[in-house]
Every structure is written in C-alpha cells, then in structure tokens.
C-alpha cells in the first residue's frame, strides 16, 4: 500500500491526528520503570498498549536512542517491532532529521527502513540529491522540515530570499521545491504549531494532498486550535499534530501509561472538536 | 586541551591536512576481510594502523555504521576506542549531519561524546539552539554545513537572501552566522572542494583562525591545489582535505590497507607541495 493510503486509513480507522513522539529519554523514565531490564523499551510498550487506538501515529526520535548507545538501538528496534505486531494500522515516523550526500543518503535510507520505519524526517539544506534515496520506494514517506518550532528556526528559515518565481521567504521556497520532488505523493512537510500563520501559508501553497506533521503544541507553546484549523485539509485530515512529553512524561509515577492514554485520548478529542 | 588547539597539534605532528574518511560500508568491504567476526572494526583497525602517521583527522561517517544496526554501532564505538589507544593526537570528526531542536540536540550531542568524538558535524537549517548543546564544552568542537560538495548542493544554499548587512548568498550568510554563533573558536565549517570559489570567499570571511573541513577531492572531482590554496589559512593550516572512497577502498584486494597507506602518504605530500 501506498505510505499515504496508509497514513490516511489510520487517521480514519482511529478517527485522530494524533501522533504520539517517543522521545523516551532514559533519564526522564518513570522510577517504577527503572529496574527493567530494558527499561527504554518496556516504557515504550506500556505507552504503546495504552494509547494505540487513540493515534494514527508514532514518533520516536533516534536522538533519545542514540543517547543511549547500543541499548538503545535495541529499544528503538523492539519498540518498532513491537507496534508493527501490536498497531499495524499505526504508521511510525522515525523521527531522524537527516541529510546527506548521495551514497550516503543511501545508506542512512537503508538504516532507517531496516529498523522497520514507515517514513522518516529529512533535512532540506542539502538539496534533493540527499532526499531522493528516501523516495524511490512509494510504500515509504518523508517528512522534509520546512518551518521547525523552535525559537532560533527563524534564524535561517525567515529569510527573504529570491527564486526564479520571485522573492520568497526561505521556509516557503522548500515547501515549493519540497513540491518538485516529492512526485510519488510520498513527501510531506515539517512546520511547527509555533507559526501558526506559517503553517496557514504552507497549507494553502501546498493543496490538501500532501501531509504536514506538526510539533509544538503543548510543552512548546503553540495553539491546538490554530495548528488543526491551518493544517489540516479540506477534509480534516493529513495533519500530524505532534505531543510527546505532554503524553508521555504526563504522570512520573507508577500510573503513567494510564495517564498517558488519557491524555492521548483527550487530545485526540480536543482536535476533533476544531476538524 | 581546547578543540582548537588539539587539531593544530595534530596537523603539525604529521605535518598532514589529510583526513580520512572511514566511510566502511559492509558492502564494499574487501572480500578478504568478510571472514572477519567484525569485519567493520578489523577494517578500520587496519587502515587506521596503515594511515595513521599521515593524517590529522579520522571521519567516520555514522550512515555506514547505523545501515549495519547494532554491529555497525559496536563497530563504530571500537573504531573510536582504538583511534583513541593507537593514535592518541589524531582528531576523530564524527560525521553525523545532526541538526534538531534544543532537547533533543542535547541527546544528540550526549550520544556523539560518548562515542569518543571530538567533534562532529552539523547541519544549520535549524539555527543556533539546534547547535548550542554541541559547542558547551571547548575540548569538543563542531563543523557547521557551509557549502557542500554535492550537485544539488547550490538548490538552498546558493540562493541570494537579504540580511540586515546586506545581499548575500545563504551560505556566506551561514558562515557569518557561524561566527556570531561559535565565540569559544570551536565552530568551524564544512565547505566542499567542488565550489573552490565558494570556498575561497569563506576563508576570506572567516579569516585565519576558524577550521575548513574540505570533502570532495577525488571522486567528487574537486581540485585538490584549489581546495589546498583556498581553504589553507596562511600559514597553511586549518583546512583539513577529506578523502574517502579513494584512500580506504583504493585496492581491493587483500593488501588494501598497505594501498590505503601509500594512498595517504601520496595525498599528504601533494597537499604539502601546495601549502
């Protein structure tokens, strides 16, 4: 199947935009967890089993895994096995942020797809020869960054810059170029719920059929009602809208799967109220 | 000992600007060394013991090592650790493009250091929050994608912008950036010997005292005098000449190391004549 058939078909089977970041920082883990004997990982299957029928998506950084050295790419290799066994609708984005040079590319695309990943996010500073690697499969998607949450993501992104079609801010022109390459259907963009105006924008240059994931609400600062109501499509669909330690890092006890299905739960809620 | 001031020695140790790439894919792996029960690790170990008296710098690229999963990451931890025991003044660059938000930069620079790295590099789409985790510590130090080496390369980063100084091309614009961002001289650059033009206008920006990491000479077809008399500060220091494929895969028969060897010797001494 097609990576946005099946992003879509999960976003409907759950009825939610909700995609839940693993950013399963060892130090933040629950201490009820802690004695495990793969801590990463039985954390992430508790989070799993409690909040998969709220999501249409999972999201684990590599960085929190990486972090962690060679057990936590184990736990990052089970925790993807474990919610292609347990929530096959659910669609995984490794949340990889790479970019690199053509054989290069090839190989970080090898890696990611053999830890199981349905899409990853890219890095646009190199241009499309790093990208394409990621895209040649269409049962595969990426996620380019295009506008990034984070306070200094305007530092390069905002710029005024002067294309062929005439001037343009930076975030706008990758969207537009991000547009060219992404043929297959299969490459969506990253803009934060930070510049909720931006993402408006991203919207509207872009059309309904092309996926947006959207960080920052929560723990970040920026508005649920404005990243659904200007990220999502026509439809109510195609927008990712990303909590990680809202969810997950909801409750440090012993509760905290609970307390996460929850919150997963009242997320999803709150968003279907502005679809 | 500062980044700055540990790189300087081992440029003039091995009176060498050559830095090998250990970019030890498995697939291109000399037949003689499959046998091998760590056939990534027995590599390296033996170009690094056959390379090690001409060279200022290793650059193990972190695609080659996560696209063979946990072996590639033990493997990778090894090669460090013995760089480490066995030529103790040479600087490992772990190439590794990071680039992502304030948190999650902080996990990516943990997971870097505790690999053994003394710097790595980093990609600028995000801005300085996405690098500041990376430059803390002085005794570690950061190359920021300038210009790079490969074809589409000029897609973002040759666009002409508007910044408060003035017009500018993105990457002039992120190698001033850099120098706003890297106060404690442990921010350099990666600008690829392809754009030898390019290349020297950043030398000309940054001035004397800022690190060039130059990719792109050989296969990539990048002159090697214009890489050496653009990106040498001037006293000939400072630009460290990247080759890869060419050094560590020049023979592939079993005597690849001692070709590796004689490789190495051979770039150092036509890199020297143009110094």
Same mark, same amino acid.
């Given at each position: 199947m097609k990576f946005i058939e099946r992003l879509l078909g999960a976003q409907k089977k759950n009825d939610s935009l909700v995609c839940v970041g693993l950013d399963s920082d060892l130090a933040k883990l629950p201490r009820s967890i802690l004695g495990s004997a793969e801590p990463q990982f039985e954390f992430n299957r508790r989070i799993i089993d409690a909040t998969k029928n709220a999501v249409c998506a999972y999201k684990p950084n590599m960085a929190f895994? *990486? *972090? %962690?050295?060679? !057990?936590?790419?184990? %736990?990052?290799? !089970?925790?993807?096995?474990?919610? !292609? *066994?347990?929530?096959?609708?659910?669609?995984?984005?490794l949340d990889a942020k790479r970019g690199d040079i053509g054989n290069t590319a090839q190989a970080y695309a090898?890696?990611?797809?053999?830890? #199981?990943?349905?899409?990853?996010?890219?890095?646009?500073?190199?241009?499309? &020869?790093?990208? *394409?690697? @990621?895209?040649?499969? &269409?049962?595969?998607?990426? @996620?380019?960054?295009?506008?990034? $949450?984070?306070?200094? #993501?305007?530092?390069?992104? &905002?710029?005024?810059?002067?294309?062929?079609? #005439?001037?343009?801010?930076?975030?706008?022109?990758v969207a537009r170029l991000a547009m060219s390459w992404g043929k297959g259907g299969n490459l969506g963009l990253v803009v934060?719920?930070?510049?909720? $105006?931006?993402?408006?924008?991203?919207?509207?240059?872009?059309?309904? %059929?092309?996926?947006?994931?959207?960080?920052?609400?929560?723990?970040?600062? #920026?508005s649920l009602e404005a990243a659904v109501r200007n990220g999502a499509n026509e439809s109510g669909l195609l927008a990712l809208i990303n909590s990680s330690r809202d969810i997950i890092f909801k409750d440090p006890g012993p509760d905290f799967a609970k307390k996460a299905g929850e919150s997963a739960r009242e997320l999803k809620e709150a968003i279907n109220k502005f679809r």
């Amino acid at each position: 199947m097609k990576f946005i058939e099946r992003l879509l078909g999960a976003q409907k089977k759950n009825d939610s935009l909700v995609c839940v970041g693993l950013d399963s920082d060892l130090a933040k883990l629950p201490r009820s967890i802690l004695g495990s004997a793969e801590p990463q990982f039985e954390f992430n299957r508790r989070i799993i089993d409690a909040t998969k029928n709220a999501v249409c998506a999972y999201k684990p950084n590599m960085a929190f895994y *990486e *972090e %962690a050295g060679l !057990k936590g790419w184990a %736990a990052l290799e !089970k925790t993807i096995i474990y919610i !292609k *066994e347990s929530a096959p609708d659910v669609v995984v984005i490794l949340d990889a942020k790479r970019g690199d040079i053509g054989n290069t590319a090839q190989a970080y695309a090898k890696a990611c797809w053999a830890l #199981g990943a349905d899409c990853v996010t890219l890095n646009p500073y190199l241009g499309i &020869d790093s990208l *394409e690697p @990621f895209l040649k499969d &269409d049962t595969k998607g990426a @996620f380019v960054l295009c506008r990034t $949450s984070n306070p200094s #993501g305007r530092e390069l992104q &905002d710029l005024d810059v002067t294309t062929p079609g #005439g001037p343009s801010k930076l975030y706008m022109h990758v969207a537009r170029l991000a547009m060219s390459w992404g043929k297959g259907g299969n490459l969506g963009l990253v803009v934060g719920a930070t510049v909720p $105006s931006e993402l408006k924008d991203v919207r509207a240059l872009v059309g309904g %059929a092309v996926p947006i994931l959207i960080p920052g609400v929560g723990a970040q600062g #920026g508005s649920l009602e404005a990243a659904v109501r200007n990220g999502a499509n026509e439809s109510g669909l195609l927008a990712l809208i990303n909590s990680s330690r809202d969810i997950i890092f909801k409750d440090p006890g012993p509760d905290f799967a609970k307390k996460a299905g929850e919150s997963a739960r009242e997320l999803k809620e709150a968003i279907n109220k502005f679809r």
